[in-house]
């Protein structure tokens, strides 16, 4: 009986180990935005953090790591370089891109990205959940309701596997 019960466990962990490999294989590539939404707690919803037609590209690779950059729609360009244009500018153009990257990890329905770098210094170091679906050559990743402008929010992203 005991011997049954090991064989048992042993092969619980090598089919949650091959679940988690076949997502996160799923997930390997390139994708692009498509649509950002976001939803109130109680249910409104509403433009996602990104503006009005954002554009970004979330990258899984095979080795663990990946990244993410994500643009509002209609950016300004600024008056001179990024280092001599007028503080406001750069404020602006800061405000409405941002960009992360790390390792990344897949338990369940959820892929866990584990932030080392990432243009707002905050999020260093967190891990950042997101719930997976995928249909076809579609990735939703919805997040769990954060704080947005001091508002709580859950913010949907539809990407499409690039070409």
């Known amino acids: 009986m005991k011997t049954k019960l090991l064989v048992l466990a042993a092969l619980t ?51 663990g790591t990946m990244t993410a950059m ?13 280092i001599s244009s007028p503080a406001p500018e750069r404020a602006e153009a800061y ?7 790390g390792r990344y990890s897949v338990k369940g ?3 866990i990205h584990h932030v080392e770098i990432a243009s ?11 719930i997976v679906k995928m249909s076809g050559d579609r990735l939703t990743l919805t ?11 859950t913010t949907e992203l539809t990407w499409e596997r690039a070409k």
């Open 13 to 63: 962990v090598w089919l949650r180990a091959d679940v988690a490999a076949q997502a996160q294989g799923n997930l390997v590539g390139t994708w692009k935005l498509v649509s950002a939404t976001g939803a109130t707690a109680d249910g409104r919803v509403i433009d996602a953090p990104f503006g009005v037609h954002p554009t970004g590209f979330i990258i899984y690779s095979s080795d």
């Open 70 to 82: 994500i643009s509002h729609g209609g950016r300004k360009a600024l008056s001179g370089d990024r």
């Open 95 to 101: 405000a409405t891109f941002f960009a992360y990257g």
């Open 109 to 111: 329905n959820q892929v």
């Open 120 to 130: 707002f210094p905050n999020w260093v170091g967190t891990d950042m959940v997101r």
């Open 143 to 153: 997040t769990p309701a954060l704080s947005v402008g001091g508002a709580s929010q």
